[in-house]
């Protein structure tokens, strides 16, 4: 079992920086690969941005490529989310997700999921 508990979202204008952690608790951190995924309102959740369990290798949905950072913190149990150039269509639920059974970019390849992080980007 994996817990996740995300944070850092908040109000922010165009053109500024949030920077998003994940906190992941139970089975061994650096066993795991880690995704983000967003869902704004009335839209599919689509994929962000993921991370191998090494952090040697990531990847990037096109629509952030350039802009936004994962990295992670095996010491820490934590993985992150450097968003800088924040546009407004930006704003979503962030969440985070653990574990992988197949494709970095489907959320069903990932078996646990934070509470997620409301991130809004205003004009």
């Known amino acids: 079992q994996v817990q996740l508990v995300e944070s850092g979202g908040g109000l922010v204008q165009a053109g500024g920086s949030l920077r998003l952690s994940c906190a992941a608790s139970g089975r061994t951190f650096s066993s795991y690969a880690m995704g983000w995924f967003r869902q704004a309102p009335g839209k599919e959740r689509e994929f962000v941005a993921a991370?191998?369990?090494?952090?040697?290798?990531?990847y990037y949905a096109d629509s952030v490529k350039g802009r936004f950072t994962i990295s992670r913190d095996n010491a820490k149990n934590t993985v992150y989310l450097q968003m800088n150039s924040l546009k407004p269509e930006d704003t979503a639920v962030y969440y985070c997700?653990?574990?992988?059974?197949?494709?970095?970019?489907?959320?069903?390849?990932?078996?646990?999921w934070g509470q997620g992080t409301q991130v809004t980007v205003s004009s």
């Open positions: 991370i191998n369990w090494s952090g040697g290798r990531t």
């Open positions: 997700a653990a574990d992988l059974r197949g494709s970095y970019y489907l959320d069903t390849s990932y078996d646990y």
